[in-house]
């Protein structure tokens, strides 16, 4: 008994000083495994005599399963402690405040297209889009601006380059967006009412013109869609996007693509500097219009006898400038962050649907 009780102290001292579950693990294997110690003891049982065996059988047996008892008590807490080294190492401070993050901010030409597809949008317009790039057929020829037409001349055109040998007349970045009228024309037929906001390209530049800016097209086509209509979708228009009743001036123009045609003033004050749009005796420049010519109802498909309408593209950059006090349009185009932080909007601003 005496060498049971030696192995008992021996198992249970290793046991209790095991300090992880691996070794745990060996001292199972080195005690009770195929070839453990006690294991070995207990096939020994067999070459005992039956007086022997009587005694030893039952002790050795209390042994294994004290040991085995030790075993899995031992692994439990090593288990437990583990768990609590865990928690204490992965202790996470949900007081601490949060990290400081930069915020970008929505560019002004970003604002203003959602204002003015906001404010459009509620009058019954929805949005058009057509590419960049465009054929000088939908830039061009489709909108009655023929190749000789010195309105090809005056856009400043960027072309897009042909292989040598390759005959064909070269794409153009669109000079305006009202390619896009053709393009819905032919898809949708009349009636119809969209506007269509995009990028445009001219080869210019100075305070004023840089050569990438951005128009938004209207186009309105029915059965009996006058220039009156016209007058009052603008000047509902403007009064909505700035606010406060805004008065505007049709003055006789031409566009090869509109007849009659007219350029449109809002009226304006430039009192102490600074333009102020809605009041006082002034008039600025901010968009072309007129009545669709029937050559470009045709161009797109639509029947001139039976439909006609109005067509306007306002610059979206001078809309910006003016609502927002924006000097100069070079600096909408430079990516400066000081710049874009000044006057750009947090992304929760809502478009401006107040009206005058
Ligand atoms: N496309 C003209 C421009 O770029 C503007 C315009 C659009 C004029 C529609 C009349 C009708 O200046």
Same mark, same amino acid.
């Given at each position: 008994?005496?060498? *049971?009780?030696? =192995?008992?102290?021996? #198992?249970?001292?290793?046991?209790? +000083?095991?300090? %992880?579950?691996?070794?745990?693990?060996? =001292?199972?294997?080195?005690?009770?495994?195929?070839?453990?110690? !006690?294991?070995?003891?207990?096939? &020994? =049982?067999? +070459?005992?005599?039956?007086?022997?065996? +009587?005694?030893?059988?039952?002790?050795?047996?209390?042994?294994?399963? &004290?040991?085995?008892?030790?075993?899995?008590?031992?692994?439990?807490?090593?288990?437990?402690?583990?768990?609590? $080294?865990?928690?204490?190492? &992965?202790?996470?401070?949900?007081?601490?405040?949060?990290?400081?993050?930069?915020?970008?901010?929505?560019?002004?030409?970003?604002?203003?297209?959602? $204002?003015?597809?906001?404010?459009?949008?509620?009058?019954?317009?929805?949005?058009? $889009?057509?590419?960049?790039?465009?054929? %000088?057929?939908?830039?061009?020829?489709?909108?009655?601006?023929?190749?000789?037409?010195?309105? @090809?001349?005056?856009? %400043?055109?960027?072309?897009?380059?042909?292989?040598?040998?390759?005959?064909?007349?070269?794409?153009?970045?669109?000079?305006?967006?009202?390619?896009?009228?053709?393009?819905?024309?032919?898809?949708?037929?009349?009636?119809?009412? !969209?506007?269509?906001?995009?990028?445009?390209?001219?080869?210019?530049?100075? +305070?004023?013109?840089?050569?990438? *800016?951005?128009?938004?097209?209207?186009?309105?086509?029915?059965? %009996?869609?006058?220039?009156?209509?016209?007058? #009052?979708?603008?000047?509902?228009?403007?009064?909505? *996007? *700035?606010?406060?009743?805004?008065?505007?001036?049709?003055?006789?123009?031409?566009?090869?693509?509109?007849?009659?045609?007219?350029?449109?003033?809002?009226?304006?004050?430039?009192?102490?500097?600074?333009?102020?749009?809605?009041?006082?005796?002034?008039?600025?420049?901010?968009?072309?219009?007129?009545?669709?010519?029937?050559?470009?109802?045709?161009?797109?498909? !639509?029947?001139?006898? $039976?439909?006609?309408?109005?067509?306007?593209?306002?610059?979206?950059?001078?809309?910006?400038?003016?609502?927002?006090?924006?000097?100069?349009?070079?600096?909408?185009?430079?990516?400066? =962050? @000081? #710049?874009?932080?000044?006057?750009?909007?947090?992304?929760?601003?809502?478009?401006?649907?107040? @009206?005058?």
């Amino acid at each position: 008994m005496t060498a *049971f009780d030696d =192995l008992r102290h021996l #198992w249970l001292d290793r046991i209790a +000083q095991a300090s %992880d579950e691996a070794s745990l693990e060996e =001292l199972r294997v080195a005690a009770l495994g195929k070839k453990g110690e !006690i294991s070995l003891k207990m096939r &020994e =049982l067999g +070459q005992m005599s039956a007086e022997e065996r +009587q005694v030893a059988g039952p002790a050795l047996n209390a042994l294994k399963d &004290e040991v085995n008892s030790a075993l899995v008590a031992k692994k439990a807490a090593l288990g437990d402690a583990a768990l609590d $080294e865990r928690l204490k190492a &992965e202790w996470l401070d949900v007081t601490l405040p949060a990290r400081h993050r930069r915020q970008g901010s929505i560019h002004p030409v970003s604002q203003v297209t959602e $204002e003015v597809t906001a404010i459009f949008a509620d009058m019954g317009f929805a949005v058009a $889009e057509g590419p960049q790039i465009e054929t %000088d057929f939908y830039n061009f020829d489709a909108l009655n601006i023929p190749g000789h037409h010195p309105a @090809r001349a005056e856009m %400043d055109t960027f072309y897009t380059h042909r292989a040598e040998g390759d005959d064909r007349p070269p794409h153009v970045l669109r000079t305006h967006t009202s390619p896009v009228q053709i393009r819905y024309m032919e898809a949708n037929g009349a009636p119809c009412r !969209i506007i269509a906001p995009g990028r445009v390209y001219r080869a210019d530049y100075d +305070q004023t013109h840089t050569p990438m *800016f951005h128009q938004v097209e209207g186009l309105a086509i029915d059965k %009996d869609i006058s220039m009156a209509n016209l007058k #009052w979708v603008l000047e509902e228009f403007f009064s909505a *996007f *700035f606010g406060t009743s805004v008065k505007t001036r049709f003055r006789a123009s031409h566009f090869p693509f509109t007849e009659p045609s007219a350029e449109v003033d809002i009226q304006c004050s430039w009192e102490g500097g600074t333009v102020k749009v809605g009041e006082g005796n002034d008039w600025l420049e901010v968009l072309g219009s007129g009545m669709v010519h029937p050559k470009v109802l045709q161009a797109g498909g !639509i029947d001139p006898n $039976e439909w006609q309408g109005f067509a306007f593209g306002i610059g979206i950059d001078r809309l910006a400038m003016l609502k927002y006090g924006i000097p100069d349009l070079r600096a909408f185009f430079d990516s400066d =962050l @000081r #710049w874009l932080r000044h006057y750009g909007f947090a992304s929760l601003d809502m478009p401006n649907l107040h @009206r005058g």
